[in-house]
């Protein structure tokens, strides 16, 4: 039982941080560690019931980390900044192979509350699990591509570059004829007086 009272006194540092959670809980004279969990039971509940299940994972895939970003962006520390930004790698990559997993896996009984386990593990103080990814699987395959993702992207800019001048100059050339147009309308509608 120790350990599971040092466990929560940790876990509430960590929440004691978000002031909604920190709030709730003193309202209630508990610790934030139980705020947080009982929203993760009620995330569980409803994506148990299939209610909300996508919503619901978005909720602690990308909302609670976006929040922690910002509290991250606003502080001096750069470890804070290192995390999140390693979240959102990870997140990123996870988003991209979720949205084709689930076409193919929607459809089985406990993909979303799976799917709401791996976001949990994922931003979870404890288990930093976007940085066990990147670590272990992500950095070792984009430092394997790196020139070549590289390579590609400055390609695609340079595209991008000339069709930006292309788009100016046909700009340039519909506001000249638009322009002559419009005298030539007006010299002729002067002509008919």
């Given amino acids: 039982m120790e350990q599971v009272n040092q466990y929560i006194e940790s876990l509430s540092v960590h929440f004691d941080e978000i002031p909604w959670i920190k709030t709730t809980a003193d309202r209630f004279n508990l610790k934030?560690?139980?705020?947080?969990?009982?929203?993760i039971g009620v995330a569980f509940a409803l994506v148990f019931s299939g209610v909300l299940d996508d919503f619901t994972c978005n909720m602690i895939g990308i909302?609670?980390?976006?929040?922690?970003?910002?509290?991250?962006?606003?502080?001096?520390?750069?470890?804070?900044?290192?995390?999140?930004?390693?979240?959102?790698?990870?997140f990123a990559i996870y988003n991209i192979l979720d949205d084709f997993s689930s076409i193919l896996f929607f459809w089985l009984p406990f993909y979303y509350p799976i799917k709401l386990l791996v976001l949990l593990w994922m931003v979870w103080p404890k288990t930093r699990g976007a940085q066990v990814l990147y670590e272990l699987v992500i950095k070792k395959i984009l430092k394997t591509y790196e020139s070549?993702?590289?390579?590609?992207?400055?390609?695609?800019?340079?595209?991008?570059?000339?069709?930006?001048?292309?788009?100016?100059?046909?700009?340039?050339?519909?506001?000249?004829?638009?322009?002559?147009?419009?005298?030539?309308?007006?010299?002729?509608?002067?002509?008919?007086e």
């Fill in 32 to 39: 934030s560690a139980h705020i947080a969990l009982a929203v």
């Fill in 148 to 192: 070549q993702i590289d390579e590609k992207l400055s390609a695609v800019d340079a595209t991008m570059d000339k069709a930006a001048v292309a788009a100016n100059e046909l700009k340039a050339k519909a506001t000249d004829l638009a322009g002559k147009a419009a005298s030539s309308a007006v010299l002729q509608g002067l002509k008919r």
């Fill in 63 to 90: 909302l609670y980390p976006a929040y922690l970003s910002f509290k991250a962006i606003e502080t001096q520390e750069s470890d804070d900044d290192k995390q999140w930004l390693t979240y959102w790698v990870v």
